[in-house]
């Protein structure tokens, strides 16, 4: 079993919908989380981190289910721009590891 | 801006030979990263460092290897090169939450 797992997707949606990506992690004892965004032939840049309490950076949301072991991110507004492979990134407990999921790829239409 | 760089940006080189594929940052972070990635696949962890004189191997086996003799610099070495090989190499370096990327080496070994 992978250590981080996500639906790669495509998800399509037209402009303006909201979306969200679910990812799992299978280390309970998993100490940081994070969202970071890779566009096509481009490396990944940190989205946002994810706290337990739940946290919001405009359009983007992201939650955290330490019981579940599981991570979403939810964009609403959908932007053209938004078109985006997002990475589930997980720190695994006593690590300096950062291990990334492979990836939920967003196709945002007009 | 990140300040993480990389050299060479692409490669080609035959089987067999010796490569050194350099990454150097200026942030003074401690923890450095190499990952290998396949075009549309997750990024797998190789090597990690987390400082100098500091080096684990990651989660995908590789037959390359690192070293961190000093803080900014964290070169990775193949010493005979093989088709298997060819992918893109992403180094990234790390203090607190976001990891910070550099633009990747593209190898084509043939």
């Known amino acids: 079993r992978k250590e981080v797992e996500q639906d790669p997707g495509p998800f399509n949606v037209p402009e303006g919908a909201t979306v969200a990506f679910n990812c799992t992690y299978s280390?309970?004892?998993?100490?940081?989380f994070f969202w970071y965004r890779q566009d096509c032939r481009k490396e990944p840049k940190l989205l946002m981190s994810?706290?337990?309490s739940g946290n919001e950076d405009g359009r983007f949301t992201a939650q955290l289910n330490r019981a579940s072991q599981y991570i979403s991110l939810l964009i609403r507004d959908s932007k053209l721009s938004d078109s985006a492979t997002y990475l589930c990134?997980?720190?695994?407990?006593?690590?300096?590891?950062?291990?990334f999921g492979q990836g939920t790829t967003l196709q945002v239409k007009p | 801006e990140a300040d993480i760089y990389q050299t060479p940006r692409y490669l080609v080189i035959g089987t067999g030979k010796k490569i050194t594929l350099e990454c150097s940052q200026t942030?003074?972070?401690?923890?450095m990263y190499w990952y290998q990635q396949d075009p549309g696949m997750e990024l797998h962890l190789i090597h990690y460092?987390?400082?100098?004189?500091?080096?684990e191997k990651g989660d995908l086996s590789s037959e390359s290897t690192v070293s961190r003799i000093r803080t900014e610099h964290f070169p990775l070495t193949l010493e005979s090169a093989r088709p298997s090989h060819t992918s893109q190499y992403l180094c990234?370096?790390?203090?607190?939450?976001?990891?910070?990327f550099g633009q990747g080496t593209r190898l084509t070994v043939v």
């Open positions: 990234a370096s790390r203090q607190g939450a976001e990891a910070f």
């Open positions: 280390n309970s004892a998993s100490q940081s």
């Open positions: 994810v706290y337990s």
């Open positions: 990134v997980v720190n695994p407990s006593n690590t300096g590891k950062l291990i």
């Open positions: 942030m003074g972070h401690d923890k």
């Open positions: 460092s987390y400082g100098v004189n500091s080096t």
